[in-house]
């Protein structure tokens, strides 16, 4: 079982720049796929990013590749994500999750099993 707690969301004005936390607890961090995805009212959850955990590669959606950034500190157990040029579009509830198969990409929210309680993005001037 593992536990994950966001943070660093908020209001930001478009252009502005943002880094959201991502804090586990339980099992062994360091051997779980991280990635983060998105929710804006009335769509559909959407795949922003991920990380494998033992080669530390990295995947981003469309929408959001050479914006944002993904990285994991295993030794504090802590996923980031470091928003930058932001953009009214991007205003929606940010998600942390984790799964523990193999080392890869996965952008699929329905083959990550744990999930944190979200943070709220708003990007408005």
């Known amino acids: 079982q593992v536990q994950l707690v966001e943070s660093g969301g908020g209001l930001v004005q478009p252009g502005g720049s943002l880094r959201l936390s991502c804090a586990a607890s339980g099992r062994t961090f360091s051997n779980y796929n991280m990635g983060w995805f998105r929710q804006a009212p009335g769509k559909e959850r959407e795949f922003v990013t991920s990380?494998?955990?033992?080669?530390?590669?990295?995947w981003y959606g469309d929408s959001v590749k050479g914006r944002f950034t993904i990285s994991r500190d295993n030794a504090k157990n802590t996923v980031y994500l470091q928003m930058n040029s932001l953009k009214p579009e991007d205003t929606a509830i940010y998600y942390c999750?984790?799964?523990?198969?193999?080392?890869?990409?996965?952008?699929?929210?329905?083959?990550?099993?744990?999930w944190g309680q979200g943070t709220q993005v708003t990007v408005s001037s």
């Open positions: 999750a984790a799964n523990a198969r193999a080392s890869g990409y996965y952008s699929n929210s329905d083959e990550y099993d744990y």
């Open positions: 990380i494998s955990w033992s080669s530390k590669r990295t």
